[in-house]
């Protein structure tokens, strides 16, 4: 039964708190989300005859999965009024266009493209990127912890670092509440928590969220919203790489297992490989 | 009829194929065998379905829908096929319906169903089919006696798709039962579920499991004039055959869907397999199937999107739709046989997704006219098109 304090039911606190208390203060203007187009993760990849990279003609590209949870995440502030607004931003040749509209109909509210013809490596994606947060000045960056086809999870960090700002890497909680952030961490030893100042970079895990899936309706609203493209070599952010690739090649086969009769067969067989003393 | 048809862009086309693959692959997969076994209606996928505006799809977009192509949704109906055939007969009959009010509508009808039917608040289908007559549809007996300011509706439908759970349906009735010939006295009215209109029994099926098919029972079901299709009497037969076209490519795209399904599980199921010291698809036998399969997978692809593209172009296209019928159907039917045969004993069991196949499958044979008067459509379509 609901009693009577002051035409409030204490029903009504809980919500009525937390609503107050949530971002004590202001809401965030602007979260930058930073997607990469890469070969989608359901496709087998395949090298290129030559050895020169892999196929990619043909071949179904999508957003890297870490960097759709972080664009999922803004939403998901901004939806609760955390964030004012959520501008998506990619680095690559004009296909990634497909990427942006995939994420302007997920709901952001904004894309920018740094056209580029040429792979770059992680130092230069940053630097980039920096150009970008200086042009925006956005109040949270949410990237993904890493990209499904090189693996390099070095984009955040190195961001964070150039821009002189906290990193809240492999997030699989965050909470916003005013200037701060707090952002569970899934790290080896178990959960860490830890909580920094804004503006920051956070990196996405897996399990901070599932991302909603895109509604056709909105595919077609999401026409309307503006999509700016800068040229990456108008930015000037150093775009020299200091790697050389000098092959691709696919992993070797597996080879066929034996079947062995028996424990000491095993061990045997074993020791004649090498395995054991 | 040949209207300005809908036209679906390039990059549109990918960000809805797109979005669809991943949705299936979420949601739709995952449940299509639990739901398929316990024939049980997925009452949330139609929820999310609405959401994803499948209902709108190939309605306008001055009616809040989606405005579609042919092509585009006959892949994205192969999309959903491929995974799971059943659910898109939720939208399929229901998008058939509304293009019915879109094509031969008053502009009031229009605006009055167009929108609801697009976001799916107002879901249904087509009730043309009777006890006594389905493929000869002058043959029905349900009638639309003038009353007063509307009509009274006697008669009773079957094998009517969403009959359970969907509340408005465009019906084939006779207002004019002396007509001669039938056709010229059969007028079709949009009906929502209400005092004399009721739904019968659910019907038991091989296959197109936890999709309810249904009689409809129409005892002294009152309608205002304003239902009656167009406005007009008379043309009802006209309007039902007007949707063919579109239904026909609709249900070839199931029939890819299925074909693809079963040449995909096998192809996977050809190389884990081992006899006799080495994976099946090592057996010449086996790999005589796959290539037959994989033929006809793309073949009835290749005829889907022909008779698609005449569609769009707003070309007649009876007979390409006719011949993507009936081939996607029957490659159906024949791929999920000879997976049934690649998997052996697993085909035959319920742990795998091929004895689905093999129960949709020939559905895709009879629905939107059989395969018989297919062939007859056909042939009297490259009699009329070649004179002698
Ligand atoms: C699961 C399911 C869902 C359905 N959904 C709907 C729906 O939503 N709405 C609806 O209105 N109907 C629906 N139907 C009905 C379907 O359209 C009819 O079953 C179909 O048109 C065939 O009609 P029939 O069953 O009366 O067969 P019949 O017309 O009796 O045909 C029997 C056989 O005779 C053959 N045949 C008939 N005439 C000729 C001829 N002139 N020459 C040569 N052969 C001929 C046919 O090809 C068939 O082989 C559905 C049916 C099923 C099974």
Redesign the interface.
Known sequence: MAVDVGGLSPYDWGPTIRAACFGCGKSMKKIMVCLKRVVDY?VRVRVKADGTGVVTDGV?M?INPFDEIALEEALRIRERGGAAEVVVVTIGPADCQ?QL??GL?MGADRAILVEHGTELEPLAVAGLLLKLVEKEHPDLVIVGKQAIDDDCNQTGQMLAALWDRPQATFASKLEVDGDRIRVTREVDAGLEVIEADLPAVVTTDLRLNEPR?????D??KA?KKPLEILAAGSLGAALEPSLRTTGYAPPPERQKGAMVADVDALVGALRDKGFLG | MTAARNQTSAEDETQILGAIQAWVEREVRPIARQYDHADEYPHHLVTQMQELGLFGATIGAQYGGLGLSASTYARLVTIISEAWMAPTGIFNSHLIMAACVERFGTEEQKQRFLPRFATGELRGGLGLTEPNAGTDLQRIRTTARRDGGGYLIDGTKTWITNGIHGTCFALLTRTDTAADPPHKGMSMFVVEKGPGFTEGKKLEKLGYKAIDSAELVFDGFRVDADRLVGGVEGRGFQHAVGGLELGRINVAARGVGLANAALRDSVRYAQERKTFGKPIAEHQAIQLKLGDMATRCEAARLLVEAAAKKYDAGERCDMEAGMAKLFASEAAVDNSMDAMRIHGGYGYSTEFDVERYFRDAPLMCIGEGTNEIQRIIIARQLIERNPA
């Open positions: 359901n179904k999508s497909q509209r995939t109909a899936y895109v509604k056709l309706p595919i077609m026409k």
